[in-house]
C-alpha cells in the first residue's frame, strides 16, 4: 500500500532555533498534503494545507510566518517552525492525499528545550 | 463548519467482548464521508473503516462494523470480538465530499481491553 514516510520522528531542539521536518510520499505523487498538530491526549488539529507548486492555505489561528511550508515537488513537503519556542512542543503529522484516500505519515514529536 | 463529537473520552471492554463507540457531526453539507481512525501508542494512524454518506448500507471491515445514521447524523463504530491490540485512542473524523481530504477530527476515545 502507498507511504508516507515523515522524517524525523522525534527532534529535540534549543529555543530560538528553527526546526524542519519532512514529509515524502514514497510510492504516488502527492499534490496536496496535510500538516496537524496534536497536542498530548488531544485530536488531530489542522493547521495547513500544503498545494504543490502554490502557497500552503493555512487555517485560522495559525502563524504562517511561524510555521512555514514549502511543498516543491509532488513526491515531498516540509514544515519549518521557525523561531520555535517551547509552547510550539507537540507531536507533528502530515497526510498525503493519495489516489482514493489519505495516508498519514508516522509524525514528528517536536521537543523544544 | 462541520464539527465531530465523540462523547466518550474513554471506554473498556473485555478481551472477545463487543464495545460500541460513540459519534455524532454536523454539517450541512449532502455529499461527505466519515471515517474511524485508529492511533495505537506508536502514534500511526490507521485507517479502521470509511463510510460515504451517499450509500445507506453500513460499512464493514472484518470485525469493524459501522451504524450510519445519516438523518441522525451518528456514525458509531462496534468492535467485535475485541482483541488486546485494539487498544488504541480511536478517531472518528470527516471530510467533505470532492476532491478536499482535509479531515475534521473528533477529541478521540481511549479504548482499553482487559485481558
Known amino acids: 500500500g502507498a507511504v508516507v514516510s515523515q522524517h524525523p520522528s522525534w527532534v529535540i531542539c534549543k529555543s530560538g532555533t528553527s526546526v524542519k521536518i519532512e514529509c515524502r510520499s514514497l510510492d504516488f505523487q502527492a499534490t496536496t498534503m496535510f500538516w496537524y498538530r496534536q497536542f498530548p491526549k488531544q485530536s488531530l488539529m489542522l493547521m495547513a494545507t500544503?498545494?504543490?507548486?502554490?502557497?500552503?492555505?493555512?487555517e485560522q489561528g495559525v502563524e504562517k510566518d511561524k510555521f512555514l511550508i514549502n511543498h516543491a515537488s509532488l513526491t515531498l513537503s516540509t514544515l519549518t517552525v521557525t523561531s520555535a519556542h517551547p509552547e510550539d512542543s507537540s507531536f507533528y503529522i502530515c497526510s498525503a492525499k493519495g489516489p482514493v484516500k489519505a495516508f498519514f505519515g508516522q509524525g514528528t514529536r517536536l521537543t523544544v528545550v | 463548519a462541520q464539527t465531530v463529537t465523540q462523547s466518550q473520552p474513554e471506554m473498556s471492554v473485555q478481551e472477545a467482548e463487543t464495545v460500541t463507540l460513540s459519534c455524532t457531526y454536523d454539517?450541512?453539507?449532502?455529499?461527505?464521508?466519515l471515517f474511524w481512525y485508529k492511533q495505537p501508542p506508536s502514534r500511526q494512524m490507521i485507517l479502521v473503516i470509511r463510510q460515504e454518506a451517499y450509500k445507506q448500507q453500513n460499512a464493514t471491515e472484518n470485525r469493524f462494523s459501522v451504524n450510519f445514521q445519516k438523518a441522525a447524523k451518528s456514525f458509531s463504530l462496534k468492535i467485535s470480538d475485541s482483541q488486546l491490540g485494539d487498544a488504541a485512542m480511536y478517531f472518528c473524523?470527516?471530510?467533505?465530499?470532492?476532491?478536499?481530504?482535509?479531515?475534521?477530527f473528533g477529541k478521540g476515545t481511549l479504548l482499553t481491553v482487559n485481558p
Open positions: 500544503s498545494n504543490e507548486g502554490s502557497k500552503a492555505t493555512y
Open positions: 473524523a470527516y471530510r467533505s465530499g470532492g476532491s478536499n481530504y482535509k479531515l475534521t
Open positions: 454539517t450541512s453539507e449532502s455529499d461527505y464521508y
